[in-house]
């Protein structure tokens, strides 16, 4: 990156900000103790993307958040710029190494002496921006390299700034009214984001729009999943009920023991009374007493009686409510079962439906690759005229990044290692294409699943480039041959 080193103190501790769980996932920020590395940067660029994207998101935007990755961004890049130049007497006699870019990447930098022009800024600020915007094509992606350009920038800044600042001096006037109170802030450069590219789409053959979808007649699935959750909630409702009434009848139970404790003390007493009665010795007095107690005794069983009968009664309806419930819970199992008959008879039609749909595209391709074929005057040039089942033509697909057969093969027709053989109008014609692009076409016209990573990646598989230049012949041949 650069020519020259320097020193940033070990133990400086630069702190991030706390972070919510689902950025967490995207990297952990830890603190970072001296010099960042490249893999803390990177993480550090992951996350602040990572907020951007979800603050598109309604109820997720967090300025707040932003404005202090941000800052820990700028944080880092300074901590990386000190240890590089702060040990430099003359700040020109600094050199700064631009990053290597990949061979994709058609802006090409040059080393910067001393303080940058305004060519060298606005040239490095494109290269940024044309570089960030490949973030849409993992394939040509590395976030490495966005790293590193990204900290050239930053060092270009502070150089350009560090030149500026010794250029001015400070005015009397402003050394007597500056405040240490109000200390100026230096403002962070916020990387630029890509503008989002938009492409149309080639429904040639294809119509604009699908017949409408027929329902199927009888109980709609979304009545019956609806009455399901009122069903639930009436059963929720009676089992609270229950829950309370059983809670009752405990508590009367609680209540009916002391009483029958009591109950038994008084027959206990009484039982002491009558031997005490039978005795000839015994005075009035006691069979008063007898008297008292067995009146007091009638009134405690009278009272012991309404608890049970109240608990009774509440046991009967809790026995209803309990029933009622099963009953419940049994009509909203029956109305599950046809929510989940009809939702599995309405998920097999639509597959019926797309393999329809899926049968009619292939034959309105088949169609329009047997009129393009029908011109007998084809060339290689023709390739550009054949839609994939997108109804796409190369020109037009990000697949293959907007770019025509016709701007691969011309450049590289020098090279005879690129030739591919396409049988036009009976008549053998060259196509020239590198290693790099055929994963390309090949996801385009969506064969070669077998030697491509997956079924969407633009990459062939290593030692399989040969296998592919023949799959791409027999396909091109076979719609303009």
């Known amino acids: ?31 970072i103790i001296g010099v960042p590395s490249d893999d803390e940067v990177i ?4 996350v602040i993307q990572a907020a951007r994207k979800t603050s598109d998101i309604p109820g997720m935007h967090n300025p707040g958040l932003l404005m202090r990755l941000t800052d820990h961004l700028f944080g880092a890049q300074m901590a990386r710029y000190r240890d590089q130049y702060s040990c430099i007497t003359f700040p020109s006699d600094a050199t700064y190494k631009p990053p290597i870019l990949p061979a994709h990447v058609s802006i090409r930098l040059e080393s910067v002496s001393g303080a940058p022009t305004d060519e060298d800024m606005m040239k490095v600020q494109d290269a940024v921006q044309t570089y960030q915007e490949l973030k849409r094509i993992p394939s040509m992606f590395d976030a490495q390299v966005n790293m590193e350009l990204s900290q050239h920038l930053f060092d270009l800044q502070m150089a350009r700034y560090m030149r500026l600042a ?12 500056a405040s240490p109170e109000s200390p100026a802030k230096v403002a962070e450069p916020t990387p630029n984001t890509a503008a989002d590219m938009t492409s149309g789409t080639n429904n040639a053959g294809t119509g604009s729009s699908a017949g409408d979808v027929h329902t ?12 399901s959750n009122q069903l639930a909630d009436q059963s929720n409702v009676l089992l609270e009920r229950s829950n309370k009434i059983s809670e009752l009848f405990s508590q009367s139970i609680n209540h009916i023991n002391p009483l029958a404790e009591h109950v ?3 027959l206990e007493r009484l039982t002491q009374l009558v031997e005490h009665a039978h005795r000839p010795a015994e005075s009035d007095q006691q069979t008063e007493r007898f008297n008292q107690l067995f009146e007091r005794f009638n009134q405690l069983v009278e009272q012991s ?12 309806r809790s026995n209803q409510l309990a029933e009622r419930a099963n ?29 329809t749909l899926r049968n ?16 007998r005057g084809n060339t290689v040039s023709a390739l550009d005229c054949l839609v994939n089942n997108k109804g796409e033509t190369p020109g037009m697909s990000e697949t293959t990044r907007h770019t025509t057969i016709m701007q691969i093969s011309e450049p590289h027709s020098k090279y005879p290692n690129d030739h591919i053989p396409v049988i036009i109008s009976g008549v053998s014609r060259g196509l020239y294409s590198p290693d790099w692009w055929l994963g390309h076409l090949l996801c385009f016209y969506g064969i070669g699943e077998g030697i491509r990573k997956d079924e969407t990646s633009t990459t062939v598989r290593l030692g399989k480039q040969k296998q592919a230049r023949e799959m791409l012949n027999k396909y091109l041949s076979s719609c303009l041959g």
């Open 216 to 227: 199927t007649p009888g109980t709609d699935i979304h009545e019956l999943l609806e009455r």
């Open 264 to 266: 038994d003390q008084v």
């Open 327 to 355: 009953k419940l819970v049994e009509h909203l199992t029956q109305s599950s079962d046809r929510s989940n008959h009809l939702a599995d008879q309405a998920y097999k039609s639509m597959e019926r439906f797309g393999d």
């Open 360 to 375: 009619i595209n292939n034959v309105l391709v088949g169609v329009q690759h047997a009129i393009v074929r029908s011109y």
């Open 305 to 316: 009686t309404h608890p049970v009968n109240r608990t009774n009664e509440l046991k009967e």
């Open 166 to 177: 010794g250029e001015s001096q400070p005015s009397p006037a402003s050394l007597v009214t």
């Open 1 to 31: 990156m650069v020519d020259h080193t320097g020193w940033y103190p070990s133990g400086q501790v630069c702190s991030p900000p706390e972070l919510p769980a689902y950025l967490k996932n995207v990297y952990d920020l830890k603190p």
């Open 43 to 46: 993480g550090i660029h992951a």
